[in-house]
């Protein structure tokens, strides 16, 4: 009877101990949608709508907040004629002619209905009472920081021990069979393997097989003046004007991007890398490789290779001269602030 107590008193406390912190990954499955936000323009984005009743819509909100969100139109179901649609990294166009299929009403119906047919029960959906930030110390931080969306498919989805393959996504237009233009969402993988969706119907290609397409027309980033444009789920309009960028670039951002999924440096990363060097030895042959590593970044992506402030006008700097000072002073009016680039000292 002792031994029995010795072991199974229940008032015998918890001995106090340095416990090991651990933490928890959980996979969380959602759906990437069409949507619209609207700060001070009209910025196509995809709504990431997930399982636990979350959406982001440019930062994490519960259901609730995300219909607060469209009642006070920051996310929006249409753009009025006249005005012009925003697509990060693709281009801007100015519309009209939309045809949009949903009411503000109907889109939360929808989001809705994806939360449910990815949580049938609706179990242990978040509830953000009202409030996306909680206070950690004296700082209101984010309860959920936004999510970046990969897209995945399966090596064999056939097999019960399948793999799931993450990917990247990137946004095009593409002249579908049915003689109708999507905007569409191509996903790339590190095996070359390539999704086209946002169609009735994806399509399946090679990354080698994307500059036919592109040289076909078929895959493109130029719209033609009066070419109506269809989003899946969300609508349709007609092009008045705008531009895209260079499909040539584009599509050198996804040999970019397939690269970094193979492990190697990308083109941005390289060249920030070689800059950092420079700075410490600046010599001719390292200038003449930072010139290199500059010229290989797709051009649309260029301004990334500095800080969110100096853009890529100090690595410009170094590689092009003072050429550089005087179009930044005819842009903004006043003196060029990074005038401090070492020249090469072998010069």
Known sequence: MKLFDKIFNSNKTTQTVDLTTITRTEVLEGFSIPGMIHNIHYHFTDLQVYSDGLINCWGM?????????????????????????????????????????????????????????LNPTLENLHNYNGSDSKKVGNVNVAKHSTSTALPYHYDDPNSFFRKRINGEK??????????????????????????????????????????ALAQNGTLTTDLKIGETVLIVNLG????????????KFKLNELVDKFNELNGSENSIAKCARIFEVYKQNPT???RDDLKAAYEAVPEHRRIFVGTMDTKDYEVRQVIYGDIVKKEWEEDYGYEYPYDDMPKPIDE
């Not at 095996?191 to 080698?208: M, R």
């Open 61 to 117: 909100v519960d259901l609730s907040m995300f219909q607060d969100k469209l009642n006070k139109g920051w996310v929006v179901p249409s753009i009025p004629d006249g005005e012009a649609i925003s697509i990060y990294n693709l281009g801007n166009w100015n519309i009209e002619q939309g045809e949009w299929q949903h009411t503000k009403e109907t889109l939360y119906d929808y989001v809705y209905s994806l939360v449910k047919q």
């Open 170 to 211: 990137f946004h095009f237009f593409y002249r579908n069979d049915d003689n109708k233009t999507y905007l569409a969402e191509l996903s790339i993988y590190k095996s070359g393997y390539i999704e086209i969706t946002n169609l009735p119907k994806k399509k399946i290609h090679k990354l080698v097989d994307l500059d």
């Open 236 to 247: 349709s309009f007609k092009v008045v004007s705008g531009s895209g960028i260079d499909i």
């Open 284 to 286: 001719k042959k390292l």
